[in-house]
């Protein structure tokens, strides 16, 4: 299950099916340092992207 709370880089290493999602709905620096520190929360605040809409699809795609 992933959380808004959880680091980027954590989220990934839960599923390679992670990354595309995120990618598609704009965030394009996965790879960035950044991202071993920051939320998911976080990153939909910088990127103005609706987080629950977001951990939802996450979460219907790797359940």
Do not use: W, Y
């Not at 790879?31 to 605040?45: F, H, K, L, R």
């Amino acid at each position: 299950m992933i959380t808004k709370d959880m680091k980027i880089g954590e989220a990934l290493g839960v599923s390679d099916l992670i990354a595309p999602i995120l990618t598609k709905a704009g965030m394009h620096c996965l790879g960035c340092p950044a991202s071993q520190m920051e939320t998911i929360e976080e990153a939909c605040d910088v990127h103005g992207i609706d987080c629950d809409t977001l951990i939802s699809q996450i979460n219907e795609v790797v359940k």
